[in-house]
């Protein structure tokens, strides 16, 4: 849209406030603004001299300009984020933080259940958090688990089912971790009152917490009830430890929200910090993509009002490390000059410079790692870079037990998780040929039924037999000339290429050739281990399974029980007949008699 198009379009904008749409010829959608004024913000593109390129080209594009008006710049905002939100503009601010945060939900029920979740749901029930990770989620639980006796089923104990005797004790109660409500045997009353401690911990008034428990502490130990005092004062330590780890600032500070924005390159990093009651409650980095050339003070605006909806924040204490308007919030954030408040200011400044710092390394390796498969890709004249390479290897001793192994490498980096093993199961006998055409049929037949990503090279550990193998695999797969693929001899490290008899000769302290040898080394030790697990079951069980009268079920179940057949060798008949019968025993006491 050219500045007299708009200026015959801009008769028809309020100065109102609302949200606008920049669309392009096919209606799709570029960017969605809020405004205080609707007249004076659009305007503002169209106006401005020395617009940055980004902005110039999105209203290139521009065909269109939707508007909606609303009451307030509130109502602007919210309805902004739930658009952007749904339809992800290109131009607009993206804040990369795809993480759902898990709360603790207290169920909202009769003897109510505590347990993590990272769903809400609209029944009532009372949600605390979020939190930052999930392993501070599984302390806490930790903790209260450790310190009160909350039920961990799942029944409905509304009381004409406990009037019923519907249901009974479990191990629980037995091991001390819960005081069986399900039996009336604790009263609502008193569970209530776990809860509501509970409920304090978890928003961060622990102090209250133990003072409470400190008391309860004395009234036993008056009652001369030194056994309930005990558990009391194991429950004070769990907390008072709990409390050192989490406070890390003043107790002055009761609700307060920190926010610090730094700029690194094209991108903006804002840390957010939620305290509440002296403890450190939520932390998060989020990374700011910066489209159309924002201020600081802009981004940082944006993911406050994400960031505390995400997490329902409603503190009207804010501080800043930058200057900005919350006018849209009815709060004002003011910039700490010295204090506790300028200290926690700086501790979100230190996690930004970690964070950019982390950023800075992963992108430095990523580009050494991009130089080493180019330059394999160069080396070993390749159409395309190998990002994703797959190596094969067998094992077998002369024909027994023959398996055989894929590692995967991604980006230049072992991916375990695609790691597979094989068992060779058409081939009789020490064949290495027709093994590896047995497994690389299997492999990118199964990947190839699975819609999965096939690799842009296969390194075949061996030399012209093992190749020729793979190949007349890839052939009946249709994958030739669609897959790179090579094998090495280990003798003299020789590169061969199908249907090549001059193998190629890398330099040898070339980084092409040490990842090479990295795959190779990495799919002869899966293959290897895995072979001798293959072996040592093997053997372990045939040695009991030898024994006349002896069956495989009587041989698990007894290393489930010693281990190892050693263990079994000196068990006395009694020890084994409390676990199969003692006809069985007698022949496997036997059997080891004869062998000593």
Do not use: W
């Not at 309860?216 to 330590?237: G, P, Q, V």
């Amino acid at each position: 849209m050219t500045k007299e198009e708009f200026k015959k379009f801009s008769s028809k904008l309020p100065h109102q406030p609302g949200i606008y749409k920049y669309l392009d010829k096919e209606s799709n959608l570029l960017y969605i603004g809020k405004a205080k004024d609707l007249f004076k913000r659009v305007s503002s593109y169209f106006n401005k001299e020395g617009n940055s390129r980004r902005i110039n080209l999105m209203l290139s594009h521009t065909q269109l300009i939707d508007f909606t008006v609303v009451r307030t710049e509130q109502d602007a905002l919210i309805l902004e984020n739930n658009l952007i939100k749904e339809f992800q503009p290109k131009y607009n601010i993206l804040l990369k933080d795809g993480k759902t945060y898990p709360y603790i939900c207290i169920k909202k029920e009769r003897f109510p259940r505590i347990f993590s979740t990272r769903k809400l749901i609209k029944d009532g029930s009372e949600y605390l958090g979020p939190f930052s990770s999930s392993k501070m989620v599984k302390s806490l639980l930790e903790l209260i688990k450790n310190s009160y006796q909350i039920r961990s089923c799942n029944f409905n104990l509304a009381q004409h089912h406990i009037d019923n005797k519907k249901y009974k004790v479990c191990l629980d109660y037995h091991i001390k971790k819960c005081k069986g409500p399900c039996e009336e045997l604790q009263s609502e009353e008193a569970y209530n009152d776990q809860i509501n401690q509970i409920r304090n911990i978890l928003k961060g008034n622990i102090r209250k917490v133990i003072n409470e428990v400190k008391e309860s502490i004395e009234l036993a130990s008056e009652d001369l009830n030194f056994e309930k005092a005990h558990e009391l004062s194991e429950t004070l330590n769990l907390l008072s430890k709990y409390q050192s780890k989490s406070e890390i600032s003043s107790y002055n500070i009761d609700d307060l929200d920190v926010f610090a924005v730094m700029k690194h390159e094209e991108n903006s990093y804002v840390n957010y910090l939620r305290i509440k009651n002296g403890s450190l409650l939520f932390s998060r980095t989020i990374e700011v993509k910066n489209k159309l050339d924002e201020e600081e003070s802009i981004l940082l605006a944006e993911a406050i009002y994400r960031l505390r909806k995400d997490i329902n924040s409603e503190t009207k204490d804010i501080i800043v490390n930058r200057s900005v308007e919350l006018e849209f919030l009815d709060i004002k954030a003011n910039i700490p000059s010295r204090g506790t408040k300028k200290d926690l200011i700086n501790l979100a400044i230190q996690n930004l410079r970690v964070h950019i710092e982390n950023k800075i390394k992963e992108q430095e390796t990523k580009k050494a790692i991009n130089k080493y498969l180019l330059q394999m890709k160069i080396d070993l004249h390749l159409k395309n870079v190998p990002y994703h390479i797959e190596c094969f290897d067998n094992s077998n001793i002369q024909g027994t037990s023959p398996v055989a192994s894929c590692v995967v490498f991604k980006n230049g980096k072992p991916a375990k998780r695609d790691y597979r093993h094989f068992h060779v199961k058409t081939v009789v006998g020490p064949d290495d040929f027709s093994s590896m055409k047995e497994i690389v049929y299997r492999r990118y037949k199964r990947l190839l039924s699975e819609n999965e990503s096939i690799p842009q090279l296969i390194v075949i550990d061996g030399g012209k037999g093992q190749l020729s193998s793979a190949v007349e695999s890839l052939k009946e797969l249709n994958l030739v000339g669609k897959v790179a693929v090579i094998g090495i001899a280990k003798r003299l490290e020789e590169i061969y290429y199908p249907n090549d008899s001059i193998p190629l000769y890398l330099d040898k302290k070339s980084m092409s050739l040490k990842l090479i040898q990295q795959l190779r080394n990495e799919a002869h030790r899966f293959a290897i281990t895995f072979h001798r697990n293959v072996r040592d079951k093997k053997n372990f069980n045939s040695e009991l399974e030898q024994i006349e009268g002896i069956g495989k079920k009587t041989v698990q179940t007894l290393l489930q029980e010693f281990k190892s057949i050693k263990k079994i060798s000196e068990q006395n008949l009694s020890s084994l007949s409390k676990h199969i019968k003692p006809n069985k025993a007698e022949l496997i006491i036997k059997y080891f008699n004869q062998e000593k």
